[in-house]
């Protein structure tokens, strides 16, 4: 059953009910200013930090679910309603929403009244906008008041919702004209204010919201729209919200704009005030009038879409498959943006309050976006690196807002350096940039201790090389990538963390053979990379390379020994000596991640190993719905495991289907020469190949979700945790690079192709390191091997040589076939 459908011209997911089975999200804004905006006008809005700088207040685990936004209360003679249907909930006789890239048009009529209201977020204005477009499509005259509603939010949002013996006493205001200014705390330590204001004359307006929604209501049925009259209500202390009351007389057949603006202003410290008390209003006065007319919102309108367009021309692609090209094209890479944004801080199961940026959350959004947004890249990675300590180890997280590491967290991820490697090599291949190694990067933020990113790299390495336990694997430390498997942390006392309650002796036993997997995976591009640096590899760049060499050796060698089962790759070994992830075990006996992982890093290819680890996972972990973390499920809690053993069975990283490493499994079964099977799996977990089944999906089917219950959950299927996810870059790397096969190297993109031949033939237009490569791929899945032709000539190997920046390059890809072979073996 389906909610809506995809209009793929327009490049938006039309929502025609508004009642979905969750709020189905889109956000707003690129790059400070960032709007969640539901299917029912639900969702919050900040600037730069979601918990700090929040400028409406959004209410988690309300009922319904969804509450606060930006809303409007029609009163057409007596008739109160809400075009996005929240918050009254009157019967609206037609609705529709349209999320685009940026943008939502929310649609609803009722009573020959049509409400269409337009909200976006300008590519370079920290504000909200909200073109409302109120229509009378009767044959009668309409007079209708209409009022607008949002909720101020004290700025910092936990203290927001923690600390009211304070907070209900600051609340203020100033009004202007049709400006309302939210200026609490103002007086003392910020500079920044919040205001609301709409471009014409009003009939009146609330800032209190007691007032607006009188004693013992609901909001639905709020005082001030149902008796069609503003009080012009100044709060003071309580609850401060913006509302205008707006009169309109509307023949039959006309329209009327309005210009809704929810902005934020910064005034310089020294001069906040113009006189005592009065709050400085020139900057915000300025972003109003660049929005005061309907075609200077057009304009920002058609500036949001000329951006997405430009963006995503960079890689395109035309096959037979209309899911997979909206996939591709579209859904894919802009959740590849919103999670490169936010990482996994602000959506509607993050509150945006608890977690920052993530070191190794960030480091793999970069495979999503890099192709995209490659300045915006470079810095990211420069922010991460700087938040590693001297001894290659990194914090956790850091707030965007300070870009400085979290205390409270600190580090003892093990896996995460490793990240960094993959990030910064992911980046020289897509850019061609090596200047960025030679930038001088603090550790632990301070610049005292800035070394050449380089550096950074190496310092990762020896993290991993200079941490082994027993068996010659990495040391896991708190976690690895799966938060969740806790071997450090024997935590029987509820409340207490499980990641960072560190009691189980000095951690130099638990052993994780994810870590050595992607150990294996990521050192043979620094090794490559310190081979051909264009300034020609000096004496220590060599010698480096080849102490990385012996090292992956070592480390290849001890997965052979301790990480392998028999059947497939172990997942760690205990503090107690004992291997998790076992045949031995009775339940956990198989997990996803070092399967992918490993095989991705070619272990056990050559000797069928890898075969069978991924017949393993097929046999034990595959249903409809996608790829199970583990099985079986833990039926109990493990002091010995921690945290995964919490959650029933079937959910988050007990058996899950935690979509995140899916792709990982998809791209080893390309190495291991299986597409067909690679595609099936990417088709379970991709979001538009789950739209026909949304009711029992549930969660947006145009985003990627962190979880979808596994089999063994009583709801397998429902999918949980949409949009902040490391899914989005994940998917687009396993689709892009390994199915169609048209990755970056360090020399040339690679033409690789592995998508099964009942995808037919297709074609990408790949722009890279400034050209344009107009790509064929004819008869993909009936080899392996395939002739390469660039620009009419033939070229030996897989890799168009990087061309000038404008040029356009024709390339085919034509399959070999092999007579009797459909898929050779690598
Ligand atoms: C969450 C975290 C991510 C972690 C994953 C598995 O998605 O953001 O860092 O790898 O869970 O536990
Ligand atoms: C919880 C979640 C896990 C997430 C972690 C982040 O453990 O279950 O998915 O990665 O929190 O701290």
């Not at 319904?64 to 929240?86: C, K, T």
Request: contains cysteine.
């Amino acid at each position: 059953m389906q909610f809506g459908f995809f209009d793929d011209a327009a490049r938006e997911y039309v929502i025609t009910t508004p009642d979905t089975p969750m709020p189905w999200l889109n956000y707003l804004g690129n790059s400070a200013f960032f709007s969640l905006l539901s299917h029912r006008a639900g969702g919050y809005c900040f600037h730069t930090d979601a918990r700090l700088r929040r400028l409406t207040r959004f209410r988690y685990n309300d009922i319904p679910a969804d509450s606060n936004g930006r809303y409007l209360f029609v009163n057409d003679g007596g008739d109160v309603w809400s075009p996005s249907f929240a918050p009254v909930g009157a019967t609206l006789d037609s609705y529709e929403c349209r999320h685009g890239l940026g943008y939502t048009r929310i649609t609803g009529t009722r009573g020959g009244v049509e409400v269409a209201t337009l909200f976006l977020v300008p590519l370079d204005d920290p504000a909200e906008l909200h073109q409302v477009t109120v229509t009378n499509h009767s044959d009668a005259v309409k007079e209708l008041t209409l009022f607008s509603y949002l909720e101020f939010c004290l700025w910092d949002a936990l203290d927001d919702q923690t600390n009211y013996q304070r907070n209900l006493s600051l609340a203020e205001v100033e009004v202007e004209g049709s400006t309302i200014y939210h200026t609490t705390e103002y007086r003392e330590r910020r500079n920044h204010l919040a205001f609301y204001s709409v471009n014409c004359p009003i009939a009146g307006f609330d800032t209190d919201r007691d007032t607006f929604v009188g004693r013992w209501r609901p909001l639905a049925q709020a005082e001030v729209p149902h008796s069609g009259a503003p009080r012009n209500s100044l709060v003071s202390g309580w609850y401060p919200i913006g509302s205008h009351a707006i009169t309109l007389r509307l023949e039959p057949g006309e329209s009327r704009d309005l210009v809704f603006i929810l902005g934020y202003a910064e005034n310089p410290p020294e001069a906040k005030f113009v006189a005592p008390g009065v709050v400085r209003k020139d900057p915000a006065r300025a972003l109003l009038a660049r929005y005061q007319t309907v075609a200077q919102v057009d304009a920002a309108m058609a500036a949001l879409r000329g951006y997405w367009d430009s963006l995503l021309d960079g890689f395109q692609l035309r096959s037979a498959d209309p899911l997979l090209d909206r996939s591709v094209n579209t859904w894919n890479p802009y959740q590849c943006m919103t999670t490169f944004n936010l990482s996994r801080s602000a959506s509607g199961f993050e509150t945006g309050i608890g977690r920052g940026m993530g070191f190794r959350d960030s480091n793999q959004d970069l495979l999503g976006i890099v192709w995209m947004l490659p300045e915006r890249s470079r810095q990211r990675i420069l922010d991460l690196a700087a938040t590693q300590f001297p001894d290659g180890s990194a914090y956790h997280q850091y707030q965007p807002l300070t870009k400085r590491g979290n205390h409270a967290l600190g580090s003892g991820f093990n896996d995460d350096p490793l990240w960094l490697i993959v990030g910064v090599c992911h980046y020289l291949k897509e850019t061609g940039d090596w200047s960025i190694l030679d930038e001088q990067v603090p550790f632990d933020n301070d610049p005292a201790l800035a070394k050449p990113l380089l550096d950074h790299l190496i310092a990762s390495y020896q993290y991993v090389v200079t941490n082994l336990g027993p068996h010659g694997l990495p040391l896991i430390g708190r976690a690895d990538w799966n938060d969740c498997l806790n071997l450090n942390c024997f935590s029987d006392l509820p409340g207490e963390s499980f990641q960072t309650t560190a009691n189980r002796g000095d951690g130099r036993v638990a052993e994780s053979v994810f870590i050595a997997g992607l150990f294996c995976y990521a050192l043979p591009d620094l090794i490559a990379v310190l081979r051909n640096r264009p300034a020609g590899a000096g004496t220590d760049e060599l010698a480096l390379a080849a102490e990385l060499e012996q090292a992956l050796a070592a480390m290849t060698a001890a997965v052979d020994v301790a990480g392998w089962d028999g059947g497939w790759f172990r997942r760690a070994w205990d503090a107690f000596g004992e291997p998790v992830g076992s045949a031995a075990n009775a339940e956990g006996q198989l997990y996803i991640e070092p399967q992918g992982m490993c095989v991705m890093a070619g272990l056990g290819v050559s000797d069928g190993r890898a075969r069978r680890a991924l017949d393993a996972v097929e046999a034990r972990l595959a249903s409809e719905h996608g790829i199970a973390l583990l099985a079986p499920a833990y039926t109990s809690y493990h002091l010995e495991l921690g945290e995964i053993s919490s959650y029933p069975p079937g959910y988050k990283e007990n058996g899950g289907i935690f979509c995140h490493n899916n792709p990982w499994v998809i791209i080893a079964e390309t190495i291991a020469g299986s597409p067909e099977r690679a595609f099936d799996y990417y088709r379970r977990i991709t979001p538009a190949y789950r739209e026909a089944i949304s009711e029992v999906h549930g969660q947006e089917p145009y985003v990627y979700s962190q979880m979808i219950a596994g089999p063994e959950a009583p709801r397998h299927g429902q999918a949980k945790n949409s949009w902040l996810t490391g899914t989005a870059a994940w998917a687009y790397h396993a689709v892009t690079s390994w199915l169609l096969g048209v990755r970056p190297g360090l020399d040339g993109l690679v033409i690789c192709p592995r998508m099964p031949s009942s995808a037919g033939d297709y074609e990408v237009t790949r722009r890279y390191r400034g050209a344009t490569y107009h790509i064929r791929v004819i008869g993909s899945g009936t080899s392996a091997a395939g002739r390469l032709t660039v620009d009419g000539q033939p070229v030996d190997g897989e890799v168009v040589p990087v061309a000038a920046p404008g040029e356009v390059i024709e390339v085919v890809w034509s399959a070999l076939r092999s007579p009797k072979s459909s898929v050779s073996q690598e």
